[in-house]
């Protein structure tokens, strides 16, 4: 691909900068580096206060809580500006990344590229119904998922994350760790649970977004948990922090709650020879590899049994299986290639 411009739309509700806990950000952002260092144009459509190294286009929106009226009126900003910036401009492709991405999906003939971050039943029907998009899925489950409907016109580029050349020299963690968005589908009060059970301290990574459900369930699942003991709340962390708590941990939990698509958090770890115990949920079954990189359990209660067993699990593994299937290199050069697949038709 060479001297092409390509515009990435983000997910108009959350910023795209290193501390973002969303999966479709970080993915975002390892796109726009690589197109510019393969000599492309990069141009990214964000959230106010994003961070991006190619063009950042910002939309401009104040809010309080995230409510239908908020979202009706970012959505009908972010249709005004993409349609301004593909009749103002040469793009060669748009690459959508959000949920919503039907409700500000321009009109016109343009190539065009959906990555499917999200479990299937979260996207609306008429999605599919749009003629001529091509459609990237972020693991294979996701893919067997999806097949039905977007049969013909759809990928597989699996999410990818950066391996640092060795791992250093791990210890026993000082405590057990979660990462992410804080809300009812990821389940966290469960990792906490399971962690009192096996006597661990834990630790929580992440941010707290506008909608009702997430700060209910931060209010009323998370904050009653929390002391500086045994349960610590550290709030978002970007990369050098993720990397250090990783580090320092004893293992990461991920208790999903949905059939994930993927699992960046797990990557990360892994990529830092952390052992992952995990839900059975979704893509997370392809990810895990049981006994090897970590456990995959049915609840807390099993979770708790496998803290308990996890220095089993080999570091060296763990890293091996990341840098042999998970490099964010890999990925972005995939993708690259599917750019210039899609623009010539």
């Not at 999806?146 to 990818?160: D, F, Y």
């Not at 060795?166 to 000082?174: E, F, M, P």
């Not at 966290?188 to 059970?197: P, Q, V």
Request: charged share 25%.
């Amino acid at each position: 691909m060479n001297n092409r411009t390509i515009l990435n739309v983000a997910f108009p509700f959350a910023k795209v900068t290193e501390k973002t806990a969303g999966g479709a950000e970080q993915i975002l952002q390892e796109l726009d580096k690589a197109i510019i260092s393969s000599g492309n144009c990069s141009v990214v459509l964000a959230q106010k206060g994003s961070s991006v190294e190619g063009e950042l286009i910002e939309c401009d929106c104040e809010y309080g809580v995230i409510d239908e009226i908020y979202k009706a009126e970012t959505h009908k900003k972010y249709r005004s500006i993409i349609s301004g910036i593909i009749r103002e401009r040469k793009i060669d492709l748009i690459h959508f990344h959000g949920l919503d991405f039907v409700e500000y999906f321009p009109s016109g003939q343009f190539s065009s590229l959906v990555t499917l971050h999200l479990p299937v039943d979260w996207y609306k029907g008429k999605c599919f119904s749009i003629r001529g998009i091509h459609f990237n899925c972020v693991s294979r489950f996701q893919f067997n998922s999806w097949e039905k409907r977007i049969s013909g016109r759809a990928s597989v580029i699996e999410n990818g994350v950066n391996i640092p050349e060795k791992i250093s020299c791990r210890k026993s963690g000082a405590y057990t760790l979660s990462m992410g968005r804080i809300c009812p589908e990821k389940g966290f009060h469960l990792a906490i649970e399971a962690s009192k059970r096996a006597q661990k301290p834990f630790v929580l990574a992440g941010k707290v977004y506008p909608y009702e459900g997430h700060i209910r369930y931060f209010q009323k699942k998370i904050l009653p948990a929390i002391n500086s003991n045994e349960c610590l709340f550290v709030g978002e962390a970007g990369t050098e922090e993720k990397e250090w708590f990783l580090n320092h941990a004893y293992c990461l939990l991920v208790p999903s709650q949905v059939e994930e698509t993927s699992s960046l958090v797990a990557m990360e770890a892994m990529a830092n020879g952390v052992p992952v115990i995990a839900f059975k949920a979704g893509a997370l079954n392809e990810i895990i590899k049981h006994g090897e990189n970590g456990y995959l359990v049915n609840d807390e209660k099993e979770m708790a049994e496998a803290i308990l067993e996890i220095e089993k699990i080999d570091p060296e593994r763990c890293y091996s299986i990341a840098k042999e299937n998970y490099s964010v290199t890999r990925m972005t050069s995939q993708y690259l290639q599917l750019y210039e697949k899609i623009i010539e038709g």
